[in-house]
């Protein structure tokens, strides 16, 4: 079956450490996107790419990075310099804009 | 400009009931207004959208209301049932290209029997 694949489900990084999740579709979708979830904030957009080696900033890119090397692969690297990472972080990918968002089933990230 | 402010945040409704859900937007640029269900633990589900085009949209038990001159939509739930709690998220599409989403902060609907 096709889908959006986030690994892993759980993830606990000591303060400091750069962490980084990982986002496969097999969807052959053109466009991926990072959301952070935070309890009574909704979704915000971390960065976004449309093509494969290409990629933009959404509103909260501060102390997060990205690469889109292959179609179905876009990684998200939360590093040091982010100050409160600790979030429910939400791949997703589309077909084109008459479509819907596939979003991952998400990656709980806890700093400690 | 961008945002999207959506009410209740909270929302307990009694089984067989109406659940709606508001939202509003600033931003007039925006084409596209989908309705996303998330169950506890696991990513967003698409579950109906409209264009601003179209005033109303039903999808079974779903309808979304949509009202341009007061920059207003709506998600209605007819016949709500338990399994329907879950947390909905209201959503617009910038016409600014990169098919990018900005999402309401939310609702979470509880179904009581």
């Known amino acids: 079956d096709g889908g959006i694949t986030q690994s892993p489900k759980y993830l606990f990084r000591k303060e400091g450490q750069n962490v980084t999740l990982s986002c496969e579709q097999n969807?052959?979708?053109?466009?991926m996107y990072w959301y952070r979830q935070d309890p009574g904030q909704g979704l915000r957009l971390i960065y976004y790419s449309q093509i494969v080696n290409d990629f933009q900033k959404g509103d909260i890119a501060e102390g997060y990075s990205v690469s889109r090397e292959k179609k179905e692969s876009f990684p998200l690297t939360v590093t040091s310099a982010q100050k409160n990472p600790t979030a429910f972080y939400l791949c997703a990918s589309t077909l084109s804009s008459i479509y819907g968002y596939t979003f991952g089933s998400g990656t709980r990230l806890t700093v400690v | 400009q961008q945002q999207v402010k959506q009410s209740p945040q909270s929302l307990i409704v009694q089984k067989g009931g109406i659940s709606i859900i508001n939202c509003a937007y600033e931003?007039?640029?925006?084409?596209?207004f989908p309705w996303y269900q998330q169950f506890p633990g696991k990513g967003p589900a698409l579950l109906i959208a409209i264009r601003p085009d179209v005033s109303e949209k039903k999808e079974g038990r779903f309808t979304i209301s949509f009202n341009k001159s007061a920059k207003q939509f709506s998600l209605h739930i007819m016949d709500s049932q338990p399994g329907d709690s879950a947390t909905y998220f209201c959503a617009a599409r910038g016409a600014g290209g990169g098919n990018k989403l900005t999402f309401g902060t939310g609702t979470q609907l509880k179904v009581e029997l």
């Open positions: 969807l052959n979708h053109d466009a």
């Open positions: 931003n007039t640029a925006f084409d596209y």
